[in-house]
Each structure stands twice: as C-alpha cells, then as structure tokens.
C-alpha cells in the first residue's frame, strides 16, 4: 500500500471518529437537569391538570434515570421514578397506578419516545422534545387514562 493510499484510508476513518463523536457529544448532556411543568403553557385534555410537577432526568449508564414529584389535580402529593435505555426494553415505572413499565427510544439528539403500559398493554405513548436552546421541552402525550377515556395533553416544562 502507497503512502497516498494509507493516507486517505486514516483520513476516512478520522473523519467517521470525529462524526460518530460529534453525534455522541450531541446527545450528552441534552435533556439532563431538573425541570418544573409550566402549568400555563401547557394543556391538558380531558384534564384536570396537576397542581405541580418537577422531574429531574440523571445520565445512568446509557439510558436515564427520572424522578418526579408534584401535586395532582386531587390536591395529593405524589413521586414516581424510572431507569431506562434508549433500547426499547420494559422497565419498572415506580409511583403510579396507570402505568407499571416504560420504554424509551431515542429518535434523535432532542427527541425520545417513552412508552408506557399497564399489565402488558400500550396505554400512553410520551414524546419529548427538547428546546434546541435547552431552556424547555415539549411532553406531547397520548393514550387513554385510568377511566379509558382518551388524552391528549401537551406538557411545556422550563428547566430549573
């Protein structure tokens, strides 16, 4: 092999490291934080809306974990919490009587995809997009609530 030769082969593979990198560094860190609902942003439907809600997103191993507490709509407080992979596997969600796994998908650097299931069927579908400024994200759910009624809520929330 010519040394032109070896020369354009380490060329390509420095350019596929710095690309498989940058799309890494894009993802690290985005999303991560402590993040408060912002009520007035945000709709409900059919609703009622919590009375509050602060979730913290933590890098653990490839995945995240989630912790949230808040006020629900009843007035009672309330915690929940989950570790997931961006690898489509079940999960054990904590602190809920609608949901008991979760999955996470990573769709791109700002977007991931959480499904949610209760005794082994789909009953919300979660996408989250996070703010290219990373000042907020957009929760868009779907699904059906414990009364098998249809929602669809748009969660605003603002990092702390």
Known sequence: MRATERAAILGLALA??????????QTDGVGLGTWKLNI?????SPG??????TVKF?????????????????GKPFT???TANYDGKEVPYKGSATIDTVSMRRIDAYTTVRTDKKDGKVVQT?????????????????GTNAKGEAIYN??????L
């Open 16 to 25: 596929a490291f710095a690309a498989a990198t940058s799309v890494s560094a």
């Open 40 to 44: 007035e942003k945000s709709k409900y």
């Open 48 to 53: 009622p809306a919590h009375k509050s809600f």
């Open 58 to 74: 933590e890098a653990a191993g490839e995945g995240v974990k989630v912790t949230g507490e808040g006020i629900g709509a009843d």
């Open 80 to 82: 929940n919490e989950y």
């Open 126 to 142: 979660l996408t989250r997009v996070v703010a290219k400024d990373g000042k907020s994200f957009t929760a868009t759910s779907k």
């Open 154 to 159: 748009v969660l605003v929330w603002d990092k």
